[in-house]
C-alpha cells in the first residue's frame, strides 16, 4: 500500500482506537512517541506522510474529522484492508466505486475518524 496525500490532525478519546488503525491497519509507524504521558500524543509516518495523534476527549466530542488517502493502487490497498480489517470498512462505502466526480475509492470508518481511500 502506498499512499501520496494526507491533510491531518486527529484528536481521540482513546488513542488506542486510532493506533489500530493507522498503525496495525494501514501499516504507519510510530515516529515520534508521548503515548505514556498526560497528555498523549504521537506522529506517525509512512511514505513521507505524517499525522499527528492526539488523546483529548473534549477535542475529539468537538471534531470528528473525515479525510482522504490518495493511493496508485486502490486494488491492493482495498484486498489488504478487506482480508485483514474487514471491521474498518464503511458500511456504506465498503466496495471499491467509480462515482462521478471519477476517483475510485472505498472508505474506512473507526470510533473517531472517516477515511476515504481514493485514486484518481
Known sequence: MKFTKIVPNVFYK????????FVNCLEFTIE???????KPFCVIEKNGLRISLFENAK???????EFRLVTDDIE???????STYLEFLHPNL???TLPPWGAKEFALIDKQLGLIIQQW
Open 14 to 21: 482513546d488513542i488506542n482506537d486510532d493506533l489500530k488503525l
Open 32 to 38: 515520534h512517541n508521548e503515548l505514556g504521558t498526560a
Open 59 to 65: 477535542l475529539a466530542q468537538e471534531h470528528n474529522p
Open 76 to 82: 491492493a490497498a482495498y484486498q489488504k484492508i478487506a
Open 94 to 96: 465498503n466496495k471499491i
